[in-house]
């Protein structure tokens, strides 16, 4: 009788456990949240900055998605918007946002998480997210035989 292998659920580390130094909360595929700047998002980002920019009405629905003030949510934590990134499962959201911030890049070596990563950041214009997932890509391809 085999045993299915049980996945440890993942955990944020800094600095995207900190509740005290963010201002919004990025919520994985798998449900696992991260603490996130919007300003260090904004800045990475024109999708982001859009989104954070454009004045929607308060707590009105729209499409199905919340809205307050000019955030769009989905829920809040501990007073926080929420933003689900539903294409984005907690490894590669990890990387995304460890590539945008001012500490050391994230090591991987599995081609699932160099594509989702490439794939985010060219769905939300992160250009340095993009080409850190494609420069780690042609250094796991180097070792395929």
């Known amino acids: 009788m085999s045993r299915a292998a049980v ?3 993942f955990i944020p580390e800094k600095p995207f456990d900190d509740r005290s130094l963010s201002d919004i909360v990025l919520r994985s595929s798998d449900g696992v949240d991260f603490y996130a700047s919007k300003s260090v998002l904004m800045l990475a980002s024109p999708v982001f900055l859009d989104m954070m920019s454009l004045p929607t009405p308060s707590h009105t629905e729209v499409e199905g998605i919340r809205t307050k003030g000019n955030t ?14 539903h294409e984005s ?15 050391d890049f994230p090591k991987f070596d599995d081609v699932d998480t160099a594509l989702g990563v490439a794939l985010a950041g060219n769905k939300y214009e992160m250009t340095r997210a993009t080409t ?7 250094e796991i391809l180097k070792t395929v035989p």
């Open 72 to 85: 769009c949510i989905d829920d809040t934590k501990d007073g926080l918007p929420v933003v689900v990134m």
């Open 7 to 9: 996945e440890t659920p």
């Open 132 to 138: 850190f997932a494609q420069q780690a890509l042609a």
């Open 89 to 103: 499962r907690a490894q590669i959201l990890d990387v995304l946002l460890r590539s945008l911030y001012p500490i």
